[in-house]
Structure formats: structure tokens, C-alpha cells
């Protein structure tokens, strides 16, 4: 005798979650009128939500403008010495290979968190100790800081 199944009726499509749907689902939904001067008077207000937030992003880029390390110890109350300021050296393939070494081999007698920034720090100690250091003119800073300027702004061609 043969089987017979029974016929189950269609289940009922289960709505789609929106992250199913695909853009022929968006097109056949209902859409609501739109009212032409509600958009215009929307976008009227984004435009100038826009215009003061930009206004506040200048005037703070401007309040918060740092010119010289020295502008940074007044703001930050610290020493000027005390203050990191990232700098590109170009220097030789085997001073640099000597100056992983170095660090590795620290590393490896126990000092596991030595940096390449503390080598550095300790070889400038060491040149610098006993060194007479005249500063520079106050003219010559004017121009480093004049050049960075430019640089940071981007030097218009």
C-alpha cells in the first residue's frame, strides 16, 4: 500500500526584517504624500545647524591654536622639558638596526618595556652632559615657527 501525505496548507509569508528587504521591497511599500515646503524648510534648518556648527569648529580650532612648546607648558602648567614632541630624524640603516638591537637586548636582560624613545633619551643625556649650549637667536625661532606654520596649513603652490 502506498504512503499518503498529507496537504498541509501554505504557511503565510512571515514579513521581511528590514535588513532582508531589498530595494524592489522599498519601491512597493506605500509611500505618503510629501509636502514640498516642509523639505524646503527642513533643509533651510540643516544648512544652518550646519553653518554654526562650523562657525564653533573654527572658533575653537582658532581658542585652541598652540603655536610653540612654550604655549604648551603655559596652557598645560608643565615644564617645558617634560613635554613630548614627535620628530622625523633621518638618520643611517645601521644606526637604526644598532638602536633595535640595543632596545632588544635590554629587553631580553629583563627590562621588558624599554622603548627606542628612552634609548634615545639616554644617548641625548649623554651627548648633551657637560656640553656648553648656546640657544638660538630669537629671529631664527621665529622662522622654525613660521615654516611649521606654513607646513601645518599646507604651503599653497
Known amino acids: 500500500m502506498a504512503k499518503s501525505f498529507k496537504q498541509l496548507p501554505a504557511k503565510p509569508e512571515a ?20 509636502d514640498l515646503q516642509t523639505v524646503k524648510e ?5 544648512r544652518e545647524r550646519i553653518k554654526v556648527l562650523n562657525a564653533r569648529a573654527l572658533a575653537s580650532r582658532e581658542a585652541n591654536d598652540i603655536t610653540s612648546v612654550t604655549d604648551v607648558a603655559t596652557v598645560t602648567n608643565v615644564p617645558e622639558e617634560d613635554i613630548d614632541v614627535r620628530q622625523t630624524f633621518i638618520i643611517g640603516q ?14 631580553t636582560k629583563g627590562q621588558y618595556e624599554y622603548t627606542q ?5 639616554e644617548a641625548l643625556d649623554m651627548l648633551f652632559k657637560g656640553a656648553k649650549i648656546e ?16 607646513i601645518r596649513r599646507g604651503i599653497p603652490k
Do not use: G, M, N, W
Not at 15 to 34: H, N, Y
Not at 42 to 46: F, G, L, M, R
Not at 117 to 121: D, I, P
Open 15 to 34: 514579513a521581511k526584517r528590514i535588513s532582508e528587504k531589498d530595494i524592489l521591497d522599498f519601491l512597493e511599500q506605500d509611500r505618503s504624500p510629501v
Open 94 to 107: 645601521q644606526y637604526l638596526e644598532q638602536l633595535k638591537d640595543y632596545v632588544h637586548t635590554k629587553r
Open 117 to 121: 624613545k628612552q634609548a634615545l633619551h
Open 42 to 46: 527642513k533643509a533651510a534648518q540643516a
Open 135 to 150: 640657544p638660538r637667536p630669537a629671529h631664527i625661532r621665529q622662522q622654525e615657527e613660521s615654516r611649521k606654520q606654513k
